[in-house]
């Protein structure tokens, strides 16, 4: 396959698959939490497609969960962590269609659930991937792979200085820089494009070019759209069955309130004019045409309405 080839197929595959982002892997996180497995034991697993496990054998897996317990389910950008009781930990990374599902023991199981942990309580988690791109790993030190994950968003301690601070350290386009989990951890195509339509920033605008205004504008927006996205239990789009859901397999309602993402063609809700789709960093991006200009067409305009008014 060519390069043109494999890029054609990568733009297609993720126009029917939206990799799920923070608040999608958050939303499965809580669910999982009161679904009631916490201090639960593994007493089997089944693994029917080998390659989803890293780093380990299959019966080096089974063999090393087997017994433990559920200690803590959390979250490390777009990364689930399961403490297991024998001071292991299972980061499980979603890709583009992993889905997990917990039902009773003796229910038929169905097409793409390659991974089966079942409990003492005779219910099982059951994790589907249609595409087969997300991975288990087992390890003792999570740090070791989650160390390079640049901060969380929504944390207390991530403040406007923070975001400023990366913004000014390169010379990138925003886009591609907000989609580095290097630099931010969770963030994904549809939420960087929903805050950046917020600030009103055009994806292609250089980082260091940024006011003090407008990255505050930026942090703000950012936190605002992660935490609708997670009231509203993440963004479902299309139909299929590898696209984002619950657990349960409920959909999220956080497609009903984005403003531009997959909304091209359509009108901006803020002002009216054309939502366009272009790529940015070889990703579809959508963008206000009116609201989000970048710096050198503000510039041209304000040089012209200087003209026009004779200062």
């Keep these: 396959m060519g390069q043109g080839s494999l890029l054609f197929f990568c733009q297609s595959a993720n126009s029917r698959h939206i990799m799920p982002e923070l608040p999608e892997v958050q939303t499965i996180v809580a669910e999982l939490r009161s679904a009631g497995i916490i201090g639960r034991k593994i007493t089997g697993s089944i693994i029917r497609w080998p390659p989803l496990i890293k780093g380990r054998s299959v019966s080096g897996f089974k063999k090393m969960i087997h017994g433990s317990r559920i200690r803590d389910i959390t979250r490390r950008g777009k990364f689930i962590v399961i403490t297991l009781s024998n001071r292991l930990f299972l980061l499980v990374h979603l890709r583009m269609s992993g889905q997990f599902n917990l039902v009773a023991a003796g229910r ?105 205004r407008e990255s505050s504008a930026l942090y703000a927006a950012i ?45 901006c809700p803020r002002c009216a004019a054309a939502i366009s789709r272009m790529l940015v960093g070889q990703r579809a991006t959508y963008v206000c045409v009116k609201c989000q200009k970048l710096e050198t067409e503000r510039s041209g305009s304000r040089r012209s309405e200087s003209r026009e008014t004779g200062n």
């Design 108 to 212: 038929k199981r169905e097409p793409h659930q390659h991974i089966i942990l079942q409990f003492g309580d005779k219910r099982e988690l059951r994790y589907r991937d249609t595409r087969k791109f997300g991975r288990w790993q087992l390890v003792a030190d999570p740090a070791k792979t989650l160390a390079t994950l640049g901060p969380e968003p929504l944390e207390k301690s991530f403040k406007p200085a923070g975001l400023i601070a990366i913004l000014k350290a390169c010379r990138r386009q925003l886009k591609p820089l907000l989609l580095d989990q290097k630099k931010i951890a969770g963030l994904g195509n549809i939420y960087v494009d929903e805050a950046l339509w917020e600030a009103r920033l055009h994806p292609r605008r250089l980082s260091n070019s940024l006011d003090e």
């Design 223 to 267: 936190r605002c759209v992660l935490r609708r996205a997670i009231r509203n239990k993440g963004t479902s789009l299309g139909t299929g069955i590898g696209n984002y859901s619950r657990l349960g397999e409920k959909t999220g309602r956080n497609q009903n309130k984005l403003k531009v993402a997959r909304h091209g063609g359509a009108s």
